[in-house]
């Protein structure tokens, strides 16, 4: 069992009702250090589960806020290697599970290929990966079974229109994990409402797929985590936790503890 | 993985290239593209009205010309050129475009978005929206829209939207990345008019199909008004559509050179060029495995090239795969020889060729004068250089035209 997996069982011993959050970081933004800081401070405020992002040139499933937080990072000249060595520090520091969420061409182009990339990942700690563009029928870079052969949770993706049968496919794919829903068709990008029938979406994922359920895209306010009770097991908040950073001014920890807390409620 | 004649497999690989890299959201939609165009292809009713379509809209067949004055200048071999310029909108985007919008119609779309480059791409995808009625938004980067703006006013003129990408290198490749975007959100009802020979499964072998009838073009334009085989068949290679219209019908036929050209722009360094089979690494992005021009943790690099159309920093699959098979050979044309190519051509065959298209001329008149009078060299002129006017003038330093940029606004 990894991290992930041990906190997914805690969490249903524990019976909550409120869904867990899992929050997002771009490695890099604004810089390494700050980043680093802010994924502790996420994890020691109260999120269950900590994506950490490796820049993108090219991130096509994000929108605005994270697409910029990856330029920035990448015009700084962080490296794939720093955001390694920092998710070791990080994974050393915090017990929160953690995920590198990133793009499969860094994977594919890390030294040693994907094979080493999942290794790596596991030897820092990560629990996890998130790989929006590698599909679920892969069968051509091995990378579901490579991730699982190395304890990671590789997550899978369904959306809306995700027809069930490949709902049924992407089950299995999330035994050591979870499925992650995104809320609706669209790019990452925090929104003031939640999408109308969401719920009941969440819902039918549930009765196909066995595994804990994650929704993202668009969760930014405490008000959506509330209304998201009993669909779902986990809340994911990415641009938001950004938009917090590029709104406070400096103070940044401050406001990372606060909107964690507001969120946890 | 099984693989006859440069087909791809059923996961849209060829050899090792392409695939369908792309976030979940997309894949039913590449499904359902997939499901249709594979019915469409060998559907009598739609390749009726694809060859109404080229023949009433387009102007196929576009001519082909043998260059005797070009061809008496350089003293080699002889130059022919496969004029796309003359096809509806000024250059080979047109044939997919019409190609893919009666698809769209098929899968009940409403609505049609691009990425363009140069423009022509959506200049062209804007004129099919017009005709076949499909609300249109085209994404540009805001460079391009700087080197181009004769055809952003097409675009516009033509009823449709053009959206400026301000983030990334704002070219083509964030063009590309703007439309994904726009196409994840709306896929519903949205139908994304792929411009190139690129991206995730099927879209490569969409517009191939589309394109195949410029090389079945040459080879009977060929045969027929001149009794001739080409030896060569030359296509500058963006993304690789003109090059794969040019080089379909000839892929079995050993006998016959196919050779592709890259922007070499002004030098080997990062940024200088568009060389990504010289200076680029097989990655995924943009939902297809390729060469790409990208540093060594993966991170897409800029690009530079005359051309707005050759500014891109990956390539088809199926070049990649025709490279490493051998069965193309790749090279590249530098900015100034490019600009020659366009000079010469206009001069003594009256046609202006687009700056993409003189890549592939450039090559041809470095070739024909190494080879004997017997040879034949076919040079796909993608495009025809209207488009180019505001570059041309300003590469070629002309001063009055400059000069009359400058005074047009005062008057009337
Ligand atoms: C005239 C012309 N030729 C060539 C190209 C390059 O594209 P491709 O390699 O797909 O033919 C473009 C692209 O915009 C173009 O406008």
Redesign the pocket.
């Known amino acids: 069992m990894n991290k992930i997996q041990n906190t997914l069982v805690q969490l249903k011993a524990e019976a909550r009702k409120s869904p867990a959050l899992m929050t997002h970081v771009v490695m890099g933004y604004p810089s390494l250090k700050e980043s680093m800081a802010i994924v502790a401070e996420q994890a020691r405020a109260g999120a269950q589960f900590v994506e950490l992002q490796i820049p993108f040139s090219d991130p096509m499933a994000d929108g605005p806020t994270i697409m910029k937080a990856n330029q920035a990072a990448l015009d700084k000249g962080i490296k794939v290697l720093d955001c390694f060595k920092a998710a070791e520090k990080l994974a050393g520091k915090v017990s929160t599970p953690l995920l590198f969420m990133t793009y499969f061409n860094i994977a594919y182009r890390y030294k040693g290929g994907v094979k080493a990339f999942c290794r790596d990942s596991a030897n820092a700690g990560m629990s996890g990966l998130i790989i929006p563009d590698i599909s679920i029928e892969d069968e051509v870079e091995n990378y579901w079974s490579l991730a699982l052969n190395y304890n990671l949770s590789p997550i899978p993706i369904a959306s809306p229109i995700t027809p069930k049968a490949r709902l049924k496919k992407i089950a299995p794919l999330a035994k050591k994990g979870f499925v992650y829903c995104v809320s609706s068709t669209g790019t990452t990008g925090a929104k003031n409402t939640l999408p109308t029938g969401l719920g009941s979406y969440l819902d039918k994922v549930r009765q196909t797929v066995k595994s804990p359920v994650a929704v993202g895209f668009g969760i930014s306010q405490p008000v959506h985590i509330k209304a998201l009770t009993g669909h779902t097991d986990i809340a994911i908040v990415g641009s938001a936790c950004i938009d917090i950073i590029n709104k406070s001014k400096g103070n940044y920890l401050k406001a990372v503890t606060s909107f964690i807390a507001s969120l946890c409620k | 993985m099984k693989k006859t004649n440069y087909n791809p497999n059923a996961a849209g690989y060829y050899g090792p290239y392409g695939g369908q890299y792309a976030p979940e959201l997309l894949i039913p939609a590449l499904e359902e593209l997939t499901a249709c165009f594979l019915k469409a292809k060998s559907d009598k009713k739609f390749l009726k009205d694809l060859s109404l379509a080229y023949r009433d809209f387009v102007g196929r067949p576009t001519p082909l010309m043998l260059c005797e004055n070009l061809t008496k200048h350089i003293g080699g071999a002889k130059i022919f050129i496969k004029n796309?310029?003359l096809a509806h909108t000024?250059?080979?985007?047109i044939n997919h475009c019409v190609g893919q919008a009666l698809l769209a119609k098929r899968l009940g779309k409403k609505r049609i978005i691009a990425e363009?480059?140069?423009?022509?791409?959506g200049v062209a995808t804007a004129a099919v929206c017009a005709r076949f009625g499909f609300e249109c938004v085209v994404y540009m980067g805001a460079i391009d829209i700087e080197r181009q703006r004769p055809n952003v006013f097409w675009i516009e003129q033509l009823g449709a939207t053009v959206k400026a990408v301000n983030f990334g290198g704002k070219r083509?490749k964030d063009a590309v990345n703007a439309a994904i975007k726009d196409w994840v959100t709306n896929v519903r009802d949205t139908h994304y008019l792929l411009?190139?020979?690129?991206g995730p499964y099927p879209f490569p072998e969409i517009?191939r199909f589309f394109?195949k009838v410029v090389g079945e073009e040459i080879k009977s334009q060929l045969k027929n008004n001149y009794g001739l085989k080409p030896d060569y068949v030359i296509?500058?290679?963006?993304?690789?559509?003109?090059?794969?219209?040019a080089f379909n019908a000839f892929l079995a036929d050993k006998s016959v050179k196919l050779i592709g050209v890259e922007g070499g722009g002004f030098g080997n360094k990062t940024g200088e060029h568009a060389m990504r089979f010289k200076g680029g690494k097989v990655g995924v992005v943009e939902g297809y495995k390729s060469y790409w021009l990208q540093d060594s943790d993966g991170q897409i690099s800029d690009t530079h090239s005359v051309?707005?159309?050759?500014d891109?920093a990956g390539?088809?699959p199926l070049h990649a795969y025709l490279k490493d098979t051998g069965r193309v050979e790749y090279d590249s044309a530098r900015d100034k020889d490019v600009l020659a190519a366009v000079k010469l051509l206009a001069k003594t065959e009256g046609i202006v060729?687009?700056?993409?298209?003189a890549?592939a001329l450039a090559k041809a008149i470095q070739l024909a004068a190494q080879l004997p009078k017997t040879k034949t060299i076919v040079v796909n002129?993608?495009?025809?250089g209207d488009?180019d006017l505001f570059i041309l003038a300003k590469q070629f330093g002309d001063k009055e035209f400059i000069k009359f940029t400058a005074n047009f606004s005062k008057h009337e």
């Not at chain 2, 363009?116 to 791409?121: P, R, V």
Request: proline content about 2%; aromatic content about 2%; some cysteine.
């Open positions: 796309e310029g000024g250059a080979h985007k363009t480059g140069a423009g022509q791409h083509l411009g190139s020979c690129v517009n394109q296509a500058c290679v963006g993304g690789g559509s003109n090059a794969m219209g051309s707005a159309g050759l891109y390539v088809g060729p687009a700056l993409e298209s890549h002129i993608s495009g025809r488009k």
